[in-house]
């Protein structure tokens, strides 16, 4: 029930969200609770399904009508057609980052960066590397992973800032996070807001890279090391980045995200098996891990479609709406409504891909209502929560890259070396008050009568 209609016709009613706080509540509290115990990784121990599991029998104690209609109502948006082809693209996604990263491709894209870049811009390299590989890979975790050693080892020998080399790479990451076709946070927002990923990249790119751009001069101008120190020759083959490229490409000229994966990992798999990385049966190990590694967020993406089917139905999405249209007036307010819905979720959960599922549907209703186009609340909504992820102290990117340091540097302080985070939040504030990346919407008006239908 998205269209304004079909919201006139339920009771709003703020009781509904009590099951969904519930969820947002107990995601945080352990979170929080265990971070301040010096837990490793905190917000990472509460799986996110299991506390939206809570959220969901609490929504079946509280809500009116029988168990089989609130069963109906549940299953109805587990199994959401948008819910289902965005489950079916996390597996395809997972699929071929594991295998691409099981014939090599991850370090290769890694040395070859490293290989070409003069020693006495180090710093503005390993920022463009990241960003190219979290792009290729549609990971910002297993980007820093990857970079991160190879960062930490490059700044001692250097004497580079090592603060300063650590908030790089996590820029670097959280930029691909937010355009790569692959990334989960990708999927999710075009998902939930109709429309195309090429579409969405082509608004979210004039947002991105202009961010990207002036970190990059900021790093050639203060990121330079005290001591030039040339890296030893790393081995690569380029025919390895080959499956990145080939996904990149079908993506950005319109072939359907299905086959773009699917042929990716095949490209993948023959370049293996040729290479003599990967057998046959390794292969398929790996296409199922990666299966496997997006099951939390496929399974959190079916619990978050069924909970938020029974508050939309019992009028928390309708309460909400109510609550939002007596602040927004206009197309402006509303793109910051989104903006601001989606950061307050990220900052709760400390997950970008959980916060644009949770919020995505409400966005998907402003949007309808003041005429935002879908790509660009698809964009605002990857944009933000790739930007509080890169900055709030417990995210995983902070805590990996510091654990990867020793913890000689704490995420507290990184956050003044984090410069691209800052600038996609503050080119991404200015795009909506001066709509410099609209360009590609005007030339492309959007189709309001189609979207409702799908």
């Known amino acids: 029930m998205s269209t304004e209609e079909s919201q006139q016709a339920i009771h709003p009613s703020g009781k509904a969200l009590v099951p969904f706080l519930v969820f947002v509540v107990i995601y945080l509290g352990v979170g929080m609770t265990l971070e301040f115990s010096g837990t490793e990784m905190a917000f990472y121990q509460m799986p996110a399904p299991v506390a939206a599991l809570i959220g969901i029998v609490l929504a079946f104690v509280m809500f009116k009508g029988s168990v089989s209609d609130k069963s109906a109502q549940f299953m109805a948006g587990c199994g959401n057609n948008n819910i289902m082809t965005m489950c079916c693209i996390y597996l395809l996604a997972g699929g071929f980052a594991a295998l691409a990263k099981s014939m090599g491709g991850v370090q290769a894209t890694a040395n070859l960066g490293l290989s070409v870049v003069p020693a006495e811009y180090v710093t503005a390299g390993l920022f463009v590397i990241s960003c190219f590989l979290s792009m290729a890979t549609g990971t910002s975790v297993g980007t820093i992973t990857a970079i991160g050693p190879i960062a930490i080892e490059v700044a001692s020998q250097a004497g580079l800032n090592m603060t300063l080399v650590l908030g790089t790479v996590v820029g670097g990451a959280m930029f691909g996070d937010n355009l790569s076709m692959i990334s989960d946070t990708t999927i999710a927002a075009t998902r939930t807001q109709g429309c195309e990923m090429r579409d969405k990249f082509s608004v979210n790119f004039m947002i991105a890279m202009p961010a990207a751009l002036l970190t990059l001069v900021l790093l050639l101008a203060f990121g330079r090391p005290e001591n030039v120190v040339h890296i030893k020759e790393l081995d690569y083959s380029v025919i390895k980045i080959v499956p990145y490229l080939w996904i990149l490409v079908l993506s950005l000229i ?134 509080f992820q890169g900055v709030v102290p417990y995210s995983a990117q902070l805590l990996i890259i510091c654990g990867l340091a020793g913890g000689v540097v704490s995420p507290f302080q990184l956050l003044p070396t984090l410069w691209y985070p800052y600038l996609l939040g503050a080119f991404a504030l200015i795009s909506i008050y001066v709509p410099f990346a609209d360009g590609y919407i005007k030339r492309r008006p959007w189709n309001w009568s189609e979207w409702k239908a799908r």
Do not use: H
């Not at 793109?335 to 409400?362: F, P």
């Open 254 to 387: 319109g072939i359907d995200v299905f086959v773009a994966l699917a042929s990716g990992i095949f490209v993948a798999l023959v370049i293996g098996l040729f290479s003599g990385d990967l057998t046959l049966l390794g292969s398929a190990k790996s296409i199922y891990d990666g299966f496997n590694g997006m099951f939390e967020v496929f399974l959190l993406s079916m619990f978050i479609g069924g909970l938020s089917e029974m508050v939309t139905r019992n009028g928390g999405l309708a309460w909400i709406l109510r609550k939002i249209e007596s602040k927004v007036t206009t197309q402006r307010s509303a793109e910051l409504g989104i903006a601001a819905l989606v950061s307050i979720a990220d900052i709760a959960t400390a997950n970008n891909t959980v916060s644009i599922v949770i919020t995505g549907n409400i966005a998907r209703n402003i949007a309808e209502k003041y005429r935002v186009d879908p790509r660009r609340s698809a964009s605002l909504l990857d944009a933000w929560s790739c930007v």
